[in-house]
């Protein structure tokens, strides 16, 4: 399928996008390139095929939980914009 330069305008002010002559011709070209290659996977045949979620099976994948050292008080509150007696100073949200 190929799309014409007026066509990737209007998808691009519908994306609110600004694009130069230069840069709708190139993207007319590519978007093209992609539509054809969804076309090709269109005509393959999926016939009992079952659908899936994910290519591979892997389930609950997670780093063991293992305790490790805490960061020092003065490194985090190194960059902290208010601080009082040791700790963050935050504005009070409950009156």
């Known amino acids: 399928m190929s799309l014409t330069r007026k066509e990737v305008e209007w998808i691009a002010h519908l994306a609110r996008l600004e694009l130069t002559e230069e840069m709708a011709e190139k993207m007319a070209g ?17 016939a009992g095929v079952e659908p899936m979620s994910h290519s591979g ?11 490790s050292p805490s960061l020092e008080r ?3 509150l ?9 700790y963050f100073r935050v504005p009070r949200v409950i009156e």
Do not use: H, M, W
């Not at 590519?30 to 999926?46: E, F, G, R």
């Open 30 to 46: 590519q978007l093209s390139q992609v539509l054809d290659y969804i076309a090709k996977l269109d005509a393959a045949d999926t």
């Open 57 to 67: 099976s892997l389930c609950n994948v997670f780093r063991e939980d293992v305790p």
């Open 74 to 76: 003065e490194a985090a």
């Open 78 to 86: 190194r960059n902290a914009p208010e601080q009082s007696a040791g």
